[in-house]
Structure formats: structure tokens, C-alpha cells
């Protein structure tokens, strides 16, 4: 019977060294299986390589692009190109057209792939394309804006008095200098300022055109000699007679003539009369200033008693010695008012 119970003693601790060792078996396989399902469930990243940059130091016209991508070296270039042009007209107007505006478009993709297979501290060109007909096109609407034509110096009486505008200079915008200046400054991809040059147009009739003004006033018969607009000499005259009066009116002196002969005007006075030379009997005296008034001159007279009186055919007289200073002082052109006063 003691046998007996050391065998089942002895069965029962083999049964449980069995248990334990299933157990601890267990635990392996489980951590095992544990480990398994971790390193399972674990991915495996790869990573895409992106575009190659633009070797370092490589500039597009101006524009450093080295070490960017090529997004960043197109949006870097476009910027730049993209900016107005600044044009200035004596400092006082300024414009400022866009690439587009002036006809100017940019190829920059090509520079850019040109850049990205360039070697380091290359410079490449930016090709630019212009429409030469839209540049002109601009430059004639500046030229349109800024043009000024010359005034010409002007003369009339105020109060019987010559007043005297004076001339004004004009301006014509260099259509050529300006449409090259702006053709280079795009395909450079410039924007530096650009200057608007002018060429000076100079009036036709200046103010020294009225250095001399004569203002003769019939009524008084009276002759003024303004040197511009400062009265210089006071002359008595003769002037027309009722029935050939001295025309009024804005004239000027078209002819001199020095020791002049006399040829009858055709009218009916001087019917029947013949040339006279020059001479003491001349009735012109020694000199003569025709006026753009048909057949009417300032002149000199052999009949100093008429001098105060309107008793001509329409000219004015002078004493021979005045008619000779007059003559000397005034040019052809000389601007004559004759007004009623």
C-alpha cells in the first residue's frame, strides 16, 4: 500500500511538470507569434528623388537661378521680365509699359532648360521675341502725347500801344533713339530708366521780328516808331486826303527802295503823267518803304508844307531827313498798324 501511494506521488509531479512545462512553451510561442505579427505589420518607406537643381552660379540674363528648382527658376525669371519699363521725359512724366504692352514676349522655358544642363557660373541668355510693329505703335503715342510744335512771337495793339508775345519753342519726341533705346532694354532684360529724347523746333517769326513797330495814326497824322514795345521816335506826317484815304489795317513793309523813280499809279489822278527819276522833283523824295497795302508806301516829300495834313493819294509822307533815318531803321518785314486815331 505504501507502494501504492509513491506511485501515484510520483504521477501526479510528473503531471504537473508537464502543466508547467505547456505552459511556459505557450508563453514562448506566444511572444513568438507576438514578434512575428510586429515585424509583419512593419512597412517599408522609399523615398522619390525630386528634380534635379540648376548648377550653382548659373544666371539667366541677370537673374541668379543657381541651386533652384526649375519652378523656382521660371517663376524667379518671369518675375523679373514681367516688370514695366520705365520711360522718363524731364523728370516730370513718367510711363510705364508692361513687356506685354510693348509688344514683347519671353522663351523662358528654353532658357531654363538650357540653364539646368549648363556648368556652374554659366550665363545664359534670355530669348526674347518683339513685335516691332506694336513698339512703333507705342512710341508714335508718346510721341502723339509729348509732341509740342513752336509758337510763333505775335504782335498787336493794346490802347495804341504794340504788345508783344513772345515766341515759344516746340519739341518733336526722337521716334528712332526712342523705339531702339526700348528694343534693347527688353531683349536685355533691362529696366533700367529710359530717357524720352527730344529734338527743339525753333518758331518761324521770334520776337526780334518786332524790335521795330511802326503804329501810324491817321487822324493826328502822327507816325511812332516802337523799339519792341518802347516808344523810340515821334514823327509828323501827311496822309491820304478825304476822297484817297490811307488805309487802316495791320501791315507790313514788303520793299525799300533808295533814290527811288515814281511811277504813275493807275488811277485817275495820275492820267496823263509820265515816269520821274530820281531827283529833287520826285514826289517819293529819297526814299521809299512800300507797304503789302497795294500802290500805299511811306516815303519821303519835296513838299515839306504837306507834312501835318491829309492831303496825299493814300501814302505817307515824311520830311526827306525823317523818311531817310526811318529807312535805315527798319528792315523789310517791319510790322505797320495805321489805325484812325
Not at 508547467?20 to 512593419?42: D, E, F, K, W
Not at 517599408?44 to 540648376?54: A, D, Q, V
Not at 490811307?246 to 520793299?255: A, H, K, M
Not at 514826289?283 to 515839306?304: D, E, K, Y
Request: net charge positive; with cysteine.
Amino acid at each position: 500500500m505504501r507502494r501504492s501511494l509513491l506511485v501515484a506521488c510520483a504521477l501526479l509531479a510528473c503531471a504537473a511538470a508537464g502543466a508547467l512545462a505547456a505552459l511556459l512553451a505557450g508563453g514562448v510561442s506566444a511572444a513568438r507569434m507576438l514578434t512575428t505579427g510586429s515585424t509583419t505589420t512593419t512597412g517599408t518607406t522609399t523615398t522619390n528623388p525630386g528634380p534635379p537643381l540648376i548648377p550653382p552660379g548659373v544666371t539667366i540674363s541677370g537673374v541668379s537661378v543657381g541651386g533652384l528648382s526649375p519652378e523656382e527658376a521660371t517663376d524667379a525669371v518671369r518675375a523679373r521680365f514681367e516688370l514695366p519699363l520705365p520711360l522718363v521725359l524731364n523728370r516730370r512724366h513718367q510711363l510705364s509699359p508692361t513687356p506685354e504692352t510693348l509688344g514683347a514676349s519671353a522663351h523662358i522655358d528654353e532658357a531654363i532648360n538650357r540653364a539646368r544642363t549648363s556648368q556652374p557660373g554659366t550665363t545664359v541668355v534670355l530669348p526674347v521675341l518683339i513685335d516691332g510693329n506694336v513698339v512703333r505703335a507705342y512710341v508714335f503715342s508718346v510721341a502723339r502725347r509729348f509732341n509740342r510744335p513752336p509758337v510763333n512771337a505775335q504782335v498787336f495793339l493794346r490802347r495804341g500801344r504794340p504788345v508783344i508775345v513772345a515766341d515759344r519753342a516746340g519739341r518733336t519726341v526722337d521716334r528712332l533713339r526712342l523705339t531702339q533705346t526700348i528694343v534693347a532694354r527688353l531683349r536685355a532684360t533691362s529696366r533700367a530708366w529710359v530717357r524720352i529724347r527730344t529734338k527743339a523746333l525753333s518758331a518761324q517769326t521770334t520776337r526780334r521780328a518786332f524790335r521795330s513797330v511802326i503804329v501810324i495814326r491817321r487822324g493826328s497824322n502822327r507816325l511812332l516808331v516802337y523799339h519792341f514795345q518802347q516808344l523810340r521816335r515821334s514823327f509828323r506826317v501827311a496822309t491820304g486826303q478825304s476822297v484817297y484815304p490811307t488805309p487802316l489795317g495791320r501791315f507790313s513793309i514788303v520793299v525799300k527802295w533808295r533814290n527811288p523813280w515814281w511811277y504813275p499809279p493807275n488811277s485817275r489822278w495820275a492820267q496823263g503823267q509820265k515816269p520821274i527819276p530820281p531827283g529833287p522833283s520826285n514826289p517819293l523824295g529819297t526814299r521809299w518803304m512800300g507797304l503789302s497795302a497795294p500802290g500805299v508806301g511811306i516815303h519821303g516829300t519835296p513838299n515839306p508844307a504837306s507834312i501835318g495834313y491829309s492831303v496825299s493819294h493814300g501814302c505817307i509822307r515824311m520830311y526827306i531827313s525823317d523818311a531817310e533815318w526811318l529807312f535805315n531803321t527798319v528792315d523789310i518785314g517791319t510790322t505797320v498798324f495805321i489805325t484812325s486815331a
